[in-house]
Structure formats: structure tokens, C-alpha cells
């Protein structure tokens, strides 16, 4: 068991330092993680499904693209230091943190949790799709 305690560590704490480092322990933390892998999981389950990568990127380049430049938001408990495009969208003060996300961001949102995991149990429950959703073409012969 300690083997692959110690196995797990290294791996646990890259995730940290990668996503909000700058963040004590706390429970945000904790639901931003495990929200940072259910989206691993269900990107993964998306580019299965797809055959495809595309998706995956264009999905999450937005998903970065529109929280930080667009609404002001933290990506990952990174703050950006500019102005919105779109609209500011910062919390207001004394909002629980589990509806906001906190200082992880709207990543550690149980809003965000509750469609990642309705969009996951979607792609499990639907399967790949015929030809990777690529409609194959009659052709005469």
C-alpha cells in the first residue's frame, strides 16, 4: 500500500502546482481538483466519441479564452490582470464560494461539477458514434 501511496504522491502534487498553486487547502481547492479530472474525463469520453482531438481543443481553448479575457474570471486559480472583453463577470463579496468557485474560480463550482457530471454520464450513456461523426458519402460506382 505505501508503494503506491508514494507512486500517487508525485502526480497529486504536479496537479497542485499546476492548477491554483497560489491556494492554501481548502475546500474549493478540493472541488476545483477533482473538477480539473472530471473534465479530463469527460474531454476524453468527448474525443473517443468524436475520433477526434479537434473538439477537445477547440472546447477547451474557449472554455480558457472566455473565463479569463472575456469575463475577468480566474482559469484555475490564475488571476488574469485585464479587462474583460465581454463582461465582467468578478464575484461579489460574500457569495459562497460553492456557488462562485472562490479563489480557484468558476472551475470549482458546483454548478461546474453538476454539468460536467451530467455531461459525462451523457457520453457514457451515448456511446461512440458510427464512423467517429463523420458521415460517410454514397458514392456510385
Excluded at 44 to 49: D, E, P, T, W
Excluded at 62 to 87: C, H, K, R
Aim: charged fraction near 10%.
Amino acid at each position: 500500500m505505501a508503494g503506491h501511496q508514494a507512486r500517487l504522491r508525485p502526480h497529486a502534487g504536479g496537479v497542485r502546482r499546476g492548477h491554483a498553486g497560489n491556494i492554501t487547502p481548502s475546500n474549493e481547492l478540493y472541488v476545483g481538483l477533482a473538477d480539473v479530472l472530471l473534465f479530463g474525463l469527460f474531454i476524453s469520453l468527448y474525443a473517443v466519441r468524436e475520433g477526434s482531438l479537434w473538439g477537445v481543443c477547440g472546447w477547451h481553448a474557449a472554455w480558457n479564452w472566455l473565463l479569463g479575457l472575456g469575463f475577468g474570471l480566474e482559469v484555475s486559480g490564475q488571476v488574469t490582470d485585464t479587462v474583460p472583453l465581454i463582461a465582467d463577470l468578478t464575484g461579489k463579496a460574500g457569495a459562497p464560494w460553492w456557488i462562485t468557485g472562490g479563489a480557484f474560480g468558476p472551475e470549482a463550482s458546483i454548478v461546474t461539477t453538476a454539468v460536467l457530471l451530467a455531461g459525462t454520464v451523457t457520453l457514457i450513456l451515448r456511446g461512440r458514434t458510427r464512423g467517429h461523426g463523420v458521415e460517410v458519402a454514397n458514392v456510385a460506382a
